[in-house]
């Protein structure tokens, strides 16, 4: 394939031939990752108390942000599929429909909860979905 | 905020620096016990994320009896059950009374005393609180047979206690929190999924009882021969025994990571436990809707903590990363609603 031809908008950012998004390379997420691993390798060995277990949180963070800016999109997509389905629009909406009563009843709602609790600790906390 | 937070978003204590601290509690050791009583350097901050001020203080030796001491500050205001260092004093007392293993108060004072804020002084306690360090460390090996019965132990003693003897108020385990949850503006369907639940399913309570309202590893005081006291008293109201046999089973309490087999919190054994301390006929389905009462608290409870964050009373990396915690508890919910 001739690197004149436009890519398929799917390899945006992933290329190396220098064709990639607005910003380019690095992603925000590989910028996250530096920043990570500075704090990983670099600052937490030499902090200690209230400060070292501050830094270990911020590593944890920057570790979710990673996942949510890579795996979040496909997520998000399949989040709003399975609201499209239960006949609404939003979490919101769902909120307020539960709370009101009118879901009492409907054998959909808790596989659709769980599907969502699911894919939020994919990426918030994946350790938490082990036991 | 929930009762049981709002201690939290309350203004922190004036602060005075650790040399004019130092001086104040001096002063306030000296009125207390009647001799006097010489700082030994400064007062160190114990890093506690809470709303209030704890420092550690020491005494020049000269004088007989402890000398080494905790002291809170507590929070100017004080709004819904959180306890005032005068009625948290009066609490401690009586726990002890009751048999309950509890720092003993020194003093305690309103907030026009010398260290520019309500303060509550306890004698130190030796020993760890951090579950971390409580399971992994040799030192408290011995101790970790025996605490699941003396946390039975002292929970039936606190729930023994008796009630008119303080100036605690009843507070319902989920009502708070569903106002939270309203107030928060944030949309968690599994949240209310489950206060749906709880209020559909909700059991009769047994008689009410002094409650202590975060009885669970982190704040309990323990050493190498097992549990040296109850701490962190500030959530203690009038409530349902249930509530504080629960509590430390859910699942962000439980430190399953570090906790060996059979040690407290084990929920094969822990209510059976409580129990026979207790002489109360323990039902496990009772006990799971308060299991579950507590899991949404703690739901709501992670997100009151962002919204410190967000709304500036307390810029917190920490804080921040808690809110995203509430999907632990949307999905511990859901396998724990039959």
Redesign the interface.
Known sequence: MSSSLPLPPESKGEDDTGSVGLVGRPRADELIEAVRELLSDEVIGVTS??LH??IR??I??LA?VERELRDGPMLEHAHRARLALAGVS???Q??SE??S?A??GRED??PL??A???D??TL??PS??E? | MAPGQDLDGHPRPPRLSAEELGSAFGDVLTAAIGKTMVPAGLPRRL?SGASRESWVFEVAPGVEGPRRFVVQLFPERHIGTGLTAMSEAQLLAVASDGGVPVPRVVAAGGPGGPPGAAFLVTEWIDGETLPSRIFRDPTYRPGLAGLQRECASALARIHDLPVDATHLRPLDPIEPYRDDLAASGQ????L??A??WLIQNRPQGNPPCIVHGDFRLGNLMVDGRGLRAVLDWELAHIGDPYEDVAWPMVRAWRF?RVRPAGVFPDRESWLSAYGEASGLDVDPDIVRWWEIAGTFKWGVICLTQWLRHRDGATR???L??IG??V??N??DL?GLIP
């Open positions: 108390g209230q277990h501050q949180v911020a944890n963070v979710m939003s979490d919101s769902l909120a539960i709370r009563g879901m009492d709602v808790r909860l769980l969502d609790a699911v939020r600790l918030i906390n938490w979905l036991s | 890093s949309s968690h369907p599994a209310e999924w206060y749906r399953d917190s990396v920490e921040a990363a995203r915690r999907a632990e949307e999905y859901l």
